[in-house]
């Protein structure tokens, strides 16, 4: 008999989720749950504080389109399927609509849910400013943006061209952004009627590029890449299994290999170097630095408990940023080469070092930026420059030692 392709979905996303079960627990008892509750009972009270004396002078419009910009536009796919799914169930392609309609509603349910929470987070602050649309005017608005959002970037999915896939998204972004910020400023009608052609025209656009009757490769590899980033945060805290990673080529950040002497006391260097760059943990910790960013501009105000939310949101994404380049030691741990060539165990310890306290520092230095832009204006010298002064004397004099401890236990770990 044959098996429904509605079955064979539920029965991967039930073993997705028993493989998974036991990281989410290891998770748990890290304490990174208990920080993460902390920093938002920190954002609360910086957030009622906000309530009572709204500045009135606040962005409300972009504080608006920054927030549900993302939250609209972005519109992953999980879709289960593996390389072996081009042989085997490429014959009932014509079946798979009902395939892809699960992992559509899988994914779009929870988006719009949190564009929803998003709304319930902005709504109070929003109505303090000279906005036009009504709650439930955004409470229709953002979930139907989030369904048209994912019906094109279905379509995106089936473009042939990279190139068109790409020049489709930045316009998705772009005509999302614009219509929220005509539902927050703008007569509701106006807005609507923006935000339907916004849609038709979209797509029209993607309607007129080459596409896929169906893009297995596309999917199966965005699926590899959402479970890398899976076990590359669950490897934050536990060990996971390997899985292929491939090469990113970042050619802007290409430069800072290409100062590595090409000498044998500098080879590790080099290959850890290049591993940071071009795998999945420097383009994990680029996303870090870019959101953490963004939300430092956000809370720099000194509104924001005399601008220390902005240094507790620093910390945040310092403490982040050094879990996941934390994960560096254990990229090549596995391989038989390091133990063919005759290059000392000691250089690679002393080599994994030097990359780890290079990356912490230009990160922690790339993320102080904007919290000095909007922070020493506003004359918060000591908000400013202590974040910075304790996350350097961290990177610098508590971390290697524990980082080198960690190399340590994994190394006898291996050896048992």
Aim: net charge positive.
């Amino acid at each position: 008999m044959k098996r429904s392709l509605a079955a064979i979905w539920n029965a991967r996303f039930v073993a997705f989720a028993r493989e998974t079960r036991p990281y989410f627990r290891y998770m748990s008892m890290s304490g990174f749950p208990a920080v993460f509750v902390l920093l938002l009972i920190v954002a609360s009270i910086g957030y009622m504080q906000l309530l009572e004396q709204v500045p009135p002078d606040f962005p409300f419009a972009t504080i608006g389109v920054v927030l549900f910009t993302p939250l609209v536009s972005w519109s992953p796919l999980r879709t289960w399927l593996r390389p072996p799914d081009i042989v085997f169930l490429s014959r009932r392609e014509a079946e798979m609509g009902e395939y892809i309609a699960k992992s559509a509603i899988y994914n779009l349910i929870p988006g719009a849910l949190l564009a929803l929470i998003g709304l319930a987070l902005y709504w109070p602050i929003y109505r303090h400013g000279p906005g036009m649309s009504g709650v439930w005017t955004l409470a229709a608005a953002l979930p139907a943006m989030k369904a048209a959002n994912a019906a094109v970037a279905w379509q995106e999915r089936r473009m042939a061209w990279p190139a068109a896939r790409r020049v489709s998204r930045l316009l998705r972004w772009t005509l999302t952004a614009a219509a929220i910020a005509l539902f927050l400023v703008q007569k509701p009608w106006k807005a609507w009627l923006f935000a339907a052609l916004a849609c038709a025209t979209g797509m029209l656009a993607v309607k007129l590029a080459q596409r896929f009757r169906f893009p297995w490769e596309r999917l199966i590899a965005e699926e590899r890449r959402t479970i890398r980033r899976y076990y590359a945060f669950f490897s934050m805290f536990i060990d996971v299994p390997t899985l292929d990673s491939p090469a990113a080529p970042r050619r802007y950040l290409s430069w800072i290999t290409k100062r590595v002497p090409y000498r044998p006391d500098t080879a590790f260097v080099y290959l850890y170097a290049h591993t940071f760059i071009r795998t999945e943990i420097g383009g994990i910790v680029i996303r870090l630095v870019l959101v953490g960013a963004s939300a430092i501009v956000v809370f720099g105000s000194g509104e924001w408990l005399g601008g220390w939310l902005a240094a507790a949101v620093y910390f945040a994404f310092v403490g982040m940023i050094g879990m996941q380049v934390g994960t560096l030691p254990l990229v090549h741990r596995h391989t038989v080469w390091r133990h063919v060539y005759p290059l000392p165990a000691a250089d690679r310890i002393r080599s994994l070092l030097a990359v780890d306290r290079a990356a912490m520092v230009a990160a922690s230095v790339l993320l102080w930026l904007p919290a000095a832009f909007v922070l020493l204006p506003q004359k918060l010298f000591a908000q400013a420059f202590a974040p910075l002064a304790l996350a350097e004397l961290y990177i610098l004099l508590i971390r290697p030692g524990r980082l080198k401890r960690k190399i340590a236990a994994e190394s006898d770990s291996l050896s048992d």
